[in-house]
């Protein structure tokens, strides 16, 4: 409290307003500006699924002990009609059958690239940056161009829409993009609440955020389901991915400051499994909070090479996990005020105010209009738009998760706990993970793909970054 021109002023209470007004409004700008195309934005051929830009692909698979879900990914990568793709397993020190079974495919076109200890099990990053120096020092793509390289990056579980290659591969005819993003499903999304949440952040995330950041020229980079022209990865140097925990929330910055475009295609997404219960959850996310901790190291390179809305909202984007344990204890106090009011009603105390429906609307106003883009994308399956405002009520409580995730990255990060664990995958049937594919994109899936028992996980950062 302090007093300006003989008027008491409540800091704290000031900047509560501040934080929630920032934070609300910015979401309802990109929600907004993703309800339209850039001005200036890139044809897309929407499905074509034998077309062919005249460029390479190499899917990049890093493998830690997947010998539960590999040989179903590789039987649905090879599938894939495009006419130019080559499929690079990194098994990065694997003790199960990851490697028996690449070298058992069938195909010609999956190739094994083995690292062994101690150079192994050194984070995805560092998986990621071994096979780029292997695939530009070997024949796998000798006498290419490296601009017309587009490097994949899969997570082993991870499976593609049918048509993502015709939707994605002809935006690269634009020398001046650097990578493209697609959009994130979770297969297992009817399993259980858990994962319908996730499904409904990750669906929130690409369809808001990500297409508004289009208008912005700020689109980032996921763990799964990133395409990136070689070129660009090389010009960052040997490592173009680093140690970070989050290392694809750096890869995207990173390329942003080397002046490269990135694009997001809304049209294509890859799917994968949630996970189903909470201890695992909050594991996975207290990793991705604290690499996106790691990143603010970025935060002197945006300020010096970036300008304009480009780098005011990738400053925000860096600063957001510290806002979020700021709002924490704004989010407590609101709950107390809460449950103040419901012992009131209770015991017969609590007299009604206008604050109560202000508050609601604050708290879930712009998330209703946000469970409407749910419903939107999720109405050719059942969804109706009640039962998704419903859903998204649940969404603002999971949210508060992030919290847990958060305040525990924060102590990892004080105390210098950086260790880096993988998810554990779930074996599901190809049966349920083709029946989720296809009610997810509406199409059927190709008959002839053979596959075995399958599973994923979840994958994106605060953070929607990060994987594995």
Not at 60 to 81: K, M
Not at 233 to 257: A, F, K, M, N
Not at 311 to 318: E, F, G, K, V, W
Request: some cysteine; aromatic content about 8%.
């Amino acid at each position: 409290m302090i007093i300006f021109f003989g008027n008491r002023i409540d800091l704290v209470l000031w900047l509560a307003i501040a934080l929630v007004l920032v934070s609300v409004l910015y979401g309802l700008t990109l929600l907004v500006l993703s309800r339209f195309e850039p001005r200036e934005h890139r044809v897309r051929p929407g499905h074509a699924i034998n077309s062919d830009s005249g460029k390479t692909v190499v899917f990049v698979v890093p493998c830690l002990n997947e010998d539960r879900v590999l040989e179903a990914s590789l039987d649905r990568l090879t599938s894939l009609t495009y006419p130019r793709t080559h499929i690079l397993v990194i098994d990065d020190g694997s003790d199960d059958g990851t490697a028996d079974i690449v070298r058992s495919h069938p195909d010609p076109r999956v190739h094994l690239f083995q690292r062994v200890l101690p150079e192994a099990r050194q984070g995805k990053g560092e998986a990621l940056n071994a096979a780029i120096r292997h695939l530009v020092a070997g024949e796998l793509i000798a006498g290419l161009p490296q601009s017309e390289v587009i490097v994949c990056v899969m997570d082993a579980d991870g499976r593609l829409d049918p048509h993502t290659l015709g939707d994605v591969m002809p935006l690269f005819s634009d020398e001046q993009l650097g990578a493209v993003q697609i959009g994130v499903r979770i297969n297992n999304r009817q399993q259980n609440l858990l994962a319908r949440m996730q499904d409904i952040e990750f669906v929130l995330f690409t369809h808001v955020f990500q297409r508004g950041r289009r208008h912005l020229g700020s689109v980032g980079l996921g763990g799964n389901g990133q395409f990136v022209r070689l070129s660009a990865l090389t010009g960052l140097g040997p490592s173009p991915w680093s140690r970070s925990l989050t290392e694809d929330l750096d890869l995207g910055v990173r390329l942003h400051i080397d002046e490269w475009d990135i694009e997001f295609c809304s049209t294509s997404s890859v799917h994968q499994q949630g996970l189903v219960d909470v201890k695992r959850w909050i594991k996975q996310r207290t990793r991705w909070f604290q690499g996106h901790l790691q990143s603010w190291n970025l935060v002197p390179w945006v300020l010096r090479d970036l300008a304009g809305t480009r780098r005011a909202d990738i400053l925000y984007h860096l600063t957001s996990p510290f806002l979020l344990l700021v709002t924490s204890f704004l989010s407590a106090a609101f709950a107390f005020w809460v449950l103040d009011i419901l012992i009131g009603i209770v015991l017969g105390e609590a007299v009604v105010s206008p604050w109560w429906l202000s508050a609601y609307l604050v708290a879930f106003g712009p998330a209703v209009l946000f469970g409407l883009v749910y419903w939107s994308q999720e109405k050719h399956h059942g969804l109706n738009p009640l039962a998704a405002i419903a859903l998204i009520h649940g969404y603002v409580l999971y949210a508060l998760l992030w919290y847990v995730a958060g305040w525990k990255a924060a102590y990892r990060a004080v105390v210098g706990q950086n260790s880096w664990s993988k998810t554990e995958r779930n074996v599901e049937s190809t049966n349920q993970v083709d029946a989720s594919a296809e009610e997810l994109t509406g199409e059927a899936l190709p008959e002839e793909v053979p596959g075995s028992a399958v599973g994923s996980r979840a994958a994106g950062t605060v953070g929607h970054g990060g994987s594995q």
